[in-house]
């Protein structure tokens, strides 16, 4: 398969196929919401989201768009493989902030919904409705030779003529993200290797 | 293909296979009210795993490394490492080498030791529990964790699949573990998702689902050694709804899809049941039967098993696996416990009578089936070798 | 109860991140499900959390919901008549 598109999101700046598209302010972390509202993008329910799905959605977004692929059309040949560290960590510590303090304990439904790291391939799957596997792995660390292997013979087994894989976390206001759309046939530039899946996460 | 060629599960009804096994013959439940526990503000009911006699059985585990490891271990730890242990001896193959991969699936792991003070913080960590299960077995490969909600038991076991028909390894040991807390029960509460009573899969009366604790483990081979296999692992899918976050497709696109891909190439003839989800919210259950109906599948028998378990989550879909595949070999069908008058829209077969499997000989698959937040949808197809 | 509407609509705004909608936005007698604000059954949980944590009202039964949350006005309504703080 080939590498069809990327985009990285780190802490100060985001990069769509090896452009900078937005960068934060001197020293200041990204902000999502602000990344959001720079990319022009409309989908209020973004802001419902938790960190790691903001991070993920934005990731996915600009590079499902630039692919010409819509938000309406059923996509059963499209998977989703994300990989991160931290699952839902992040949110995960929201959550626990809302009980544990007995005195104030208010359980909030919508902070736990995204205590679970394969939410981010959901909310991708709703905005895309992209239908396919969706799978969501944790590793220790970033490893392209894991990522290569587990997405080659996922896309081998569901015959899919698309995936957007790749690394999507977020911990202590940092996103770490690098989505990559990858296709069957394309311009032949980058090929779907964990090599150029390492070079595109440097 | 690949072969189970040793199991185990550690659950509220006992820490081996044969034993629960012999429970749910018995129809004995493991779910119980729990008031108070956890500091959780109302009662629940839940299948909970006993933390003293998980510590004795722990204790009493040989494992030579083991001393030169010794960390205060938490129950989750504990309990994973129990299971796979012993489903690794039964399995009798050396879970050192290089052509042996753990993989593990679950949603929360050690979710509780958020905000306490003086634990090793990387200890919360979904890879962590990974590694010192792999450490506690000499084994040296990197671990991989599936994290897919309440499908993650399939998924587990479909990466297994992978892993082994790709070449890369002989035998991968699925652990599936999930440990209830504060964290998670009032998570499911504040859904109010959680029946006040046992739960009655697929039933009309039913309220809600009943969570559970437990570790189960089956250790796969790419063959049949010495003809050790319990089961085989045919196939498996898993699709998105790509619908809601938290409520599963009102026409069952993905689950559908899944089936579909399933079952391509058998006849529902060649199915002996379809073990669902069945968690017995209102949703999930209606969910299930308007796909196995969609599939054409509405002769099969189905059930569900929650009632004895609840719903363990990450490890559910391994211990439900496990649990059908001695059903299989015994020609029989499971009945779903509590369950009276069907409350699901489609006409599906499901009873609360446990029964022979009519044409044995024709029927050696079964199919266990999940469904889980974040839109996905797993089953896997499997076959009975005995 | 113009008050109580008011810093209701405040409210379901911040719990329920309409991070582009204003309090102006809402009409107090249009549904609140459905079309409109575009809420969904997480949302609804997160009202009845709300109801208990700003005024101290417990539902026993979340199948009340359904006529509570009808709109902004019914909401105010059953608040009135069943706040504890």
Same mark, same amino acid.
């Given at each position: ?202 | ?65 083991? /001393? ?9 730890? /504990? ?61 040296t490969n990197i671990p991989i964790v599936v994290s897919n909600a309440c499908v993650s038991g399939a998924c587990a076991q479909i990466a297994a699949s992978r892993e082994i028909n790709s070449g890369t390894c002989r035998y991968v040991a699925v652990v599936g573990a999930e440990v209830l807390s504060k964290f998670i029960v009032s998570g499911f509460q504040s859904f109010k998702a959680l029946s006040s ?124 696996t496990i649990i059908s595949s001695r059903a299989a070999n015994d020609g029989i069908v499971l009945g779903s416990r509590g369950f009276a008058q069907s409350g699901v829209s489609c006409s599906i077969n499901i009873s609360n009578m446990t029964k022979n499997i009519p044409e044995r000989g024709q029927a050696p698959y079964f199919i266990k089936m999940l469904s889980g937040f974040g839109g996905s949808n ?9 | ?85």
């Amino acid at each position: 398969m080939e590498i069809k598109a990327y985009s990285r999101i780190t802490a100060d700046k985001m990069v769509v196929n090896g452009s900078t598209v937005y960068s934060s302010s001197d020293g200041e972390n990204i902000n999502l919401t602000d990344l959001y509202r720079h990319l022009g993008i409309d989908y209020p329910k973004f802001f419902k989201m938790d960190n790691l799905c903001k991070a993920g959605f934005l990731g996915a977004e600009t590079i499902i768009r630039d692919a010409g692929m819509d938000t309406v059309t059923p996509k059963k040949d499209c998977d989703i493989v994300l990989f991160n560290s931290t699952s839902s960590l992040d949110d995960d510590i929201a959550y626990n902030n809302t009980i544990e303090d007995d005195a104030n304990y208010f359980p909030s439904p919508s902070v736990f919904v995204y205590t679970l790291a394969n939410i981010v391939t959901g909310e991708i799957a709703i905005r895309n409705k992209i239908m396919g596997e969706s799978s969501f792995y944790v590793l220790k660390e970033f490893s392209s030779s894991i990522i290569y292997s587990v997405v080659k013979e996922t896309a081998q087994e569901t015959s899919a003529n698309a995936v957007l894989c790749g690394w999507a976390d977020f911990l202590n206001n940092t996103p770490d993200v690098l989505l990559m759309l990858l296709q069957r046939t394309g311009d032949g530039k980058i090929q779907f290797t964990a090599e150029n899946i390492n070079k595109l996460y440097r | 293909m690949m072969y189970a060629i040793g199991d185990n599960i550690v659950c509220g009804l006992g820490f081996n296979t044969d034993e629960v096994y012999s429970s749910v013959r018995r129809d004995i439940s493991g779910v119980k009210r729990c008031e108070g526990t956890f500091g959780v503000h109302e009662p629940f009911m839940a299948s909970l795993v006993d933390e003293s006699m998980v510590d004795d059985v722990f204790d009493s585990l040989h494992n030579s490394r083991s /001393k030169s490891l010794c960390r205060d271990y938490t129950k989750f730890e /504990k309990m994973m490492i129990i299971s796979a242990q012993n489903a690794i001896e039964k399995a009798g193959v050396d879970a050192s080498g290089r052509d042996f991969r753990f993989i593990l699936s679950t949603t929360k792991g050690n979710v509780d030791l958020l905000g306490r003070q003086n634990t090793d913080s990387e200890r919360v960590y979904l890879w962590r529990s990974a590694e010192l299960l792999s450490e506690w077995f000499g084994n040296t490969n990197i671990p991989i964790v599936v994290s897919n909600a309440c499908v993650s038991g399939a998924c587990a076991q479909i990466a297994a699949s992978r892993e082994i028909n790709s070449g890369t390894c002989r035998y991968v040991a699925v652990v599936g573990a999930e440990v209830l807390s504060k964290f998670i029960v009032s998570g499911f509460q504040s859904f109010k998702a959680l029946s006040s009573e046992e739960c009655r899969p697929f039933d009309k009366s039913r309220t809600g689902l009943n969570l559970g604790e437990a570790a189960a483990t089956i250790v796969y081979s790419s063959d049949n050694e010495e003809n050790k296999g319990n089961f085989a692992f045919c196939s498996g899918a898993i699709r998105n709804d790509a619908n809601h976050i938290s409520g599963p497709s009102r026409t069952a696109e993905g689950l559908f899809n899944v089936l579909d891909t399933l079952t391509e190439n058998i006849s529902s003839e060649q199915v002996a049941f379809i073990n669902a989800h069945g968690t017995a919210t209102l949703y999930n259950d209606e969910m299930e039967s308007i796909a196995i109906s969609r599939s054409g599948l509405n002769e099969i028998p189905v059930n569900s098993l929650k009632p004895y378990f609840g719903h363990t989550m990450g490890a559910a879909g391994v211990l439900e696996t496990i649990i059908s595949s001695r059903a299989a070999n015994d020609g029989i069908v499971l009945g779903s416990r509590g369950f009276a008058q069907s409350g699901v829209s489609c006409s599906i077969n499901i009873s609360n009578m446990t029964k022979n499997i009519p044409e044995r000989g024709q029927a050696p698959y079964f199919i266990k089936m999940l469904s889980g937040f974040g839109g996905s949808n797993a089953a896997i197809l499997l076959k009975r070798v005995l | 109860m113009e008050q109580l509407i008011l810093e209701l609509k405040k409210q379901i705004i911040e719990v329920l991140n309409l991070e582009d909608v204003k309090p102006e936005d809402i009409d107090s007698q249009a549904p609140l499900f459905g079309e409109g604000l575009g809420l969904d059954s997480i949302d609804a949980l997160e009202l009845i959390v709300l109801m208990e944590k700003n005024y101290g009202i417990k539902l026993g039964d979340p199948a009340q919901g359904k006529e509570i949350f009808k709109s902004v006005e019914t909401m105010a309504e059953y608040i009135e008549a069943n706040r504890k703080k």
